[in-house]
C-alpha cells in the first residue's frame, strides 16, 4: 500500500468501527466544553466527567464562576489533578470571557490560546468540538497511533499534528480525531497491546513497531 491507500483504509476502518462518534468529555455549551477540556490535561475523561457535575452545579457560566474563589475552584476540582493550575486558569478565563467576549468562548484559535491554561489542543478541541471548525487535536493516542501506522516521525505532537493534516482530508478531520482516540483506547493501547485485535496496526503498521512487538512476544 502506499501512502494515499493507507491513508484512505484508516478513513474506511475507522467508518466502518465508529460511525457514531460522541464527544468523550460532558458539556452542554462551548463555556461547559472549555473548562471539561482545560481539567482534562494529564488527566482522563472518566475522572474530568465525575467532577465537572459538581463544579457546573455552582457555575455553569463565566459569571457564576467568577462568584467563587481560584481557592472554591481548587477544592471542588482537587481530584482530577494539578488543581492549583487549573483553578487560577479557570478563575482567570472566566474573568477574560467577560471583560472582553461578553461571556462568550470566542470562536479563533489566536483569542482561545490566550486565554491563561488554554494550549493549542485545548483550542483545537474546543474549535472542532464547540464550533464544528476543522481542526485536528493531538493526545497521546493519536501521537502513538500515527507513530505506529508510521504516518509520522513521532519527534513530538507538534509535528504529528502537521503530517496528520497534510494527510487526511480536511472534512474528516473533527470525526478522524475522535475515532482514533476511541480505536486507540480500544484496540491500540499502550500497554496490554493485542495487535491481533488492532487491524490498522497489523495491515500498515511501521516495521520496526511489528518486529518489536513479535520480539517481545517470543520472549
Known amino acids: 500500500m502506499n501512502k494515499k491507500e493507507k491513508v484512505q483504509f484508516v478513513i474506511d476502518t475507522l467508518n466502518e468501527i465508529y460511525t457514531e462518534v460522541p464527544i468523550p468529555l460532558d458539556h452542554k455549551d462551548p463555556y461547559t466544553l472549555l473548562i471539561a477540556v482545560l481539567m482534562s490535561a494529564q488527566s482522563t475523561d472518566v475522572k474530568v466527567n465525575q467532577i465537572t457535575p459538581l463544579l457546573f452545579e455552582r457555575a455553569d457560566n463565566p459569571y457564576a464562576m467568577i462568584k467563587l ?51 493549542h489542543k485545548t483550542a483545537s478541541v474546543v474549535m472542532s468540538q464547540a464550533f464544528g471548525i476543522p481542526a485536528f487535536p493531538v493526545d497521546t493516542h493519536i501521537h502513538r497511533l500515527m507513530y505506529r501506522w508510521n504516518l509520522t516521525n513521532g519527534k513530538n505532537v507538534v509535528q504529528t499534528e502537521k503530517d496528520a493534516k497534510r494527510l487526511f482530508p480536511r472534512e474528516h478531520w473533527n470525526k478522524l480525531h475522535l475515532q482514533i482516540i476511541y480505536y486507540g483506547r480500544q484496540y491500540s493501547p499502550a500497554r496490554a497491546w493485542n495487535l491481533e485485535k488492532d487491524i490498522i496496526t497489523k495491515t500498515i503498521g511501521r516495521k520496526q513497531v511489528l518486529d518489536e512487538y513479535y520480539k517481545r512476544k517470543l520472549k
Open 69 to 119: 474563589s481560584a481557592e472554591e475552584i481548587r477544592e471542588i476540582i482537587k481530584p482530577v489533578g494539578l488543581s492549583p493550575m487549573k483553578a487560577k486558569g479557570i478563575y482567570g478565563l472566566s474573568h477574560i470571557l467577560i471583560d472582553k467576549y461578553n461571556g462568550e468562548v470566542p470562536k479563533s484559535f489566536e483569542a482561545l490560546e490566550s486565554l491563561p491554561a488554554v494550549g
